[in-house]
């Protein structure tokens, strides 16, 4: 059974920082590419930040410059940290596990970012 656990979501000041962390079983980790999306209310999914199993990295526009995602293969871990964080990047933070014709994805994690 496939299962991606996201932890580190929370209420932090704007220019804040947070980690969220997506531990994975079930799958052959270093095999997927791993990554991030979010959801905002009313909005539609996006790409927050995607890894490779190569180690290769894509980012969205809006977080570019800000965010990180990282893995740890022997954890079976992908991370993504996030700073400077804005009003406008509250959302839930989705992870995401591909490989040719299967998507894994997470119950989400909220991130609300609010003084």
């Known amino acids: 059974q496939v299962q991606l656990v996201e932890s580190g979501g929370g209420l932090v000041q704007p220019g804040g920082s947070l980690r969220l962390s997506c531990a994975a079983s079930?799958?052959?980790?270093?095999?997927?590419?791993m990554g991030w999306y979010r959801q905002a209310p009313g909005k539609q999914r996006e790409l927050v930040a995607v890894i490779r199993s190569g180690g290769s990295t894509n980012y969205g526009d809006s977080v570019k410059g800000r965010f990180t995602i990282s893995r740890d293969n022997a954890k079976n871990t992908v991370y993504l940290q996030m700073n400077s964080l804005k009003p406008e990047d509250t959302a839930v933070y989705y992870c995401?596990?591909?490989?040719?014709?299967?998507?894994?994805w997470g119950q989400g994690t909220q991130v609300t970012v609010s003084s």
């Open positions: 995401n596990a591909q490989y040719p014709l299967l998507v894994y």
């Open positions: 079930g799958i052959i980790f270093s095999s997927y590419a």
